[in-house]
Structures are given as structure tokens and as C-alpha cells.
């Protein structure tokens, strides 16, 4: 299985970005599938989740209503679209994913343990 994260780079606060993940070796539709980011010396943290059939989404406080994540099956591709950038945002983002039949329960989207497999990561750096 491969997760392979792009789209990261420099822009400035109030900028957007798009980030892709492209999934290979599994079914991708049916992956529940996940966003965390990392600084240095911090533990990973939860961005926005997405269910397998795109039903439902869950964002962390600190993002919603800037940040969406959506899944295209035909692609096997998750995006996550962030606007109004800040340089708090600033981070390595992962893509994560768990894939069918194992389901992620609702209260785990957010905890990085629950997913199987992970993307290396890409650079997002928002100058103020």
C-alpha cells in the first residue's frame, strides 16, 4: 500500500493551498481516510477525517470552516483544501487511511493509532 502526499509549499497568510494524497494497493473506496500535521518536537496532530463513502467528515477545532477535505473514489485521491492560511498551520501534513472492512469508530477519527497506513508527509510553511 502506498499513500503518496503533494501540494505542500510557502504561502502567505490568508493564502490557500490544496494537498493530494494518491492511494495505490488497496480499495480505496473503502478507506476511511485522514489528515494529521506535525512540528518539531510535537506530537502528531489531527486535522480532518472523511468517511469511506464520503458521508461524513470530522475537522479539529483549529481548522474548521477554513480547511475542507474531500474523497474521489475515481481518482483515489483524498484532497484537503485549506484557506485563510495561518502560520500556526504551519507543519508536515500526513495523510492517513484505514481500509475496508475495518472501520475507524466515530470517537477515533481523531487519534493518529487508529489508522494502518501512512503517507510521507508534505511541508506546508505560511509566512506571516
Known amino acids: 500500500v502506498q499513500l503518496q502526499a503533494s501540494g505542500g509549499g510557502l504561502v502567505q497568510a490568508g493564502g490557500s493551498l490544496r494537498l493530494s494524497c494518491a492511494v495505490s494497493?488497496?480499495?480505496?473506496?473503502?478507506?476511511?481516510m485522514a489528515w494529521f500535521r506535525q512540528t518539531p518536537g510535537k506530537e502528531r496532530e489531527f486535522v480532518a477525517a472523511?468517511?469511506?463513502?464520503?458521508?461524513?467528515?470530522l475537522y479539529a477545532d483549529s481548522v474548521k470552516a477554513r480547511f475542507a477535505i474531500a474523497k474521489d473514489n475515481a481518482k483515489k485521491s483524498v484532497y484537503l483544501q485549506m484557506n485563510s492560511l495561518k502560520p500556526e498551520d504551519t507543519a508536515v501534513y500526513y495523510c492517513?487511511?484505514?481500509?475496508?472492512?475495518?472501520?475507524?469508530?466515530?470517537?477515533?477519527?481523531?487519534?493518529?493509532?487508529?489508522?494502518?497506513?501512512w503517507g510521507q508527509g508534505t511541508q506546508v510553511t505560511v509566512s506571516s
Open positions: 492517513a487511511a484505514v481500509f475496508g472492512p475495518k472501520r475507524v469508530i466515530w470517537s477515533n477519527l481523531n487519534n493518529p493509532s487508529a489508522y494502518d497506513y
Open positions: 494497493g488497496r480499495t480505496f473506496s473503502s478507506a476511511d
Open positions: 472523511i468517511r469511506w463513502n464520503g458521508a461524513n467528515t
